[in-house]
T-cell receptor, first 111, second 113 residues
Framework: GQQVMQIPQYQHVQEGEDFTTYCNSS?????IQWYKQRPGGHPVFLIQ?????EVKKQKRLTFQFGEAKKNSSLHITATQTTDVGTYFC???????????FGGGTRVLVKP | EAQVTQNPRYLITVTGKKLTVTCSQN?????MSWYRQDPGLGLRQIYY???????DKGDVPEGYKVSRKEKRNFPLILESPSPNQTSLYFC????????????FGSGTRLTVV
């Protein structure tokens, strides 16, 4: 079945530094979504990417959908303590309609 | 305020005692779903509903039941809970299953002893 893998599982970042987390699918996707879950909280929808090569920005967060629509990345610049949490990607298989979540990247920020 | 409301937030119960976790959304969403979240296993889908009276199994449905008699409500039923169902449960809703972001409830932390 469809698999969505995220790397790394854990990311320790110094405050002020940049980092990138990656999401890879075993199949071509029609769209990909990103969510953030703060410690003790629930997943919150951040963004959806639909087009091949699409890039979207939300303040210090940059989301990219790969040209082949099988991978995606989230890049955070100048990390802040408010960025702490687990970031999930979730993809919908092309010609399908099920949203499959990746395992998440847990981000810890060192002040 | 647009939201998904789950109750209770915390529940400790004993093996075999039937329980229901309620989920309600006020956004007129067609699609609703239940997930469980366990350390190292991410979010796994239990059951989902495409609309009223339409439900189907997700990836880990064993030991769970659901119903969708009204559009806004999607309760999760554990007929005979077992310790391996100790987990953090989330209800989510969306306009459609595949092309809109999901709104999640605040979660229910269930412990079965």
């Amino acid at each position: 079945g469809q698999q969505v893998m995220q790397i790394p599982q854990y990311q320790h970042v110094q405050e002020g530094e940049d980092f990138t987390t990656y999401c890879n699918s075993s199949t071509t996707l029609s769209n990909i979504q990103w969510y953030k879950q703060r410690p003790g909280g629930h997943p919150v929808f951040l963004i959806q990417l639909v087009k091949s090569g699409e890039v979207k920005k939300q303040k210090r967060l940059t989301f990219q959908f790969g040209e082949a629509k099988k991978n995606s990345s989230l890049h955070i610049t100048a990390t802040q303590t408010t960025d702490v949490g687990t970031y999930f990607c979730a993809g919908v298989k092309a010609a399908g309609n099920k949203l499959t979540f990746g395992g998440g990247t847990r981000v810890l920020v060192k002040p | 305020e647009a939201q998904v409301t789950q109750n209770p937030r915390y529940l400790i119960t004993v093996t075999g005692k039937k329980l229901t976790v309620t989920c309600s959304q006020n956004m007129n969403h067609e699609y609703m779903s239940w997930y469980r979240q366990d350390p190292g296993l991410g979010l796994r889908q239990i059951y989902y509903s495409m609309n009223v009276e339409v439900t189907d199994k997700g990836d880990v449905p064993e030991g769970y039941k659901v119903s969708r008699k009204e559009k806004r409500n999607f309760p999760l039923i554990l007929e005979s809970p077992s310790p391996n169902q100790t987990s953090l449960y989330f209800c989510a809703s969306s306009l459609r299953r595949d092309s809109f972001g999901y709104t999640f409830g605040s979660g229910t932390r269930l412990t079965v002893v």
